[in-house]
């Protein structure tokens, strides 16, 4: 019993770490990235007991791309000013989506045959397009906010599965958020724009 209320109460941190990770990140504020690696960290615990292996060893990856993210969020270009949101080509985005989709049947086979992991296709598939929309929040991808979305939309169902409800209703939050952080970093990019 008390084991169960530590666990949601680790749950409740988690959640609103990464809540504060995701506001922080609208605003391109680099603070975003300590509080994801917190927030990654009880997570890593959460995912594992939860039996979602691949969501698991996401959260080590999340923890060194916070690591990453804020390193690149703070080295200033020749002109020295910080990293600016840009694009990617349809033909990147389409090798990405093609190298997520091809990683997810791959590991989610191997987690079917190998292993006791829980809905084993859904949470290959949103841990390698989280591995991608997370490079790319990293580098100021625009688009990082469509992946997620999708990615999102894919959790909730994942989550409520597996009974982890606060989560759950946190990628709801997220389905939200993800709009403003969209409008936001496209309002800066169409700035950058107009001063070239």
């Known amino acids: 019993m008390y084991s169960d209320y530590l666990l949601l109460g680790l749950e409740l941190l988690a959640v609103l770490l990464a809540i504060t990770y995701l506001l922080l990140a609208v605003r391109q504020d680099i603070r ?3 509080a994801g690696i917190v927030s990654s960290l009880i997570y890593l615990l959460l995912m594992y007991k939860a039996n979602l292996y691949m969501e698991s060893v996401l959260q080590i990856f999340y923890v060194s791309m916070g690591i990453y993210g804020w390193r690149q969020w703070n080295i200033k270009n020749t002109q020295d000013n910080l990293m600016k949101v840009s694009l990617w080509s349809f033909k990147k985005h389409a090798v990405v989506i093609l190298a997520i989709l091809g990683l997810a049947f791959l590991a989610g086979n191997l987690l079917e045959a190998y292993t006791n992991a829980a809905l084993p296709f859904l949470d290959s598939l949103t841990t390698f397009g989280a ?6 929040v990293a580098k100021k991808i625009l688009e990082n906010w469509i992946y997620w979305f999708v990615i999102d939309a894919i ?5 409520i599965e597996r009974e982890l409800y606060l989560t759950s209703l946190l990628f709801c939050l997220y389905l939200v958020i993800i709009f403003f952080g969209f ?4 309002n800066a990019y169409k700035l950058e724009v107009s001063k070239q």
Do not use: D
């Open 183 to 186: 409008r936001s970093w496209l």
């Open 32 to 34: 975003c990235w300590f």
């Open 131 to 136: 591995l991608a929309a997370t490079y790319m």
């Open 155 to 159: 959790s909730v169902v994942l989550f």
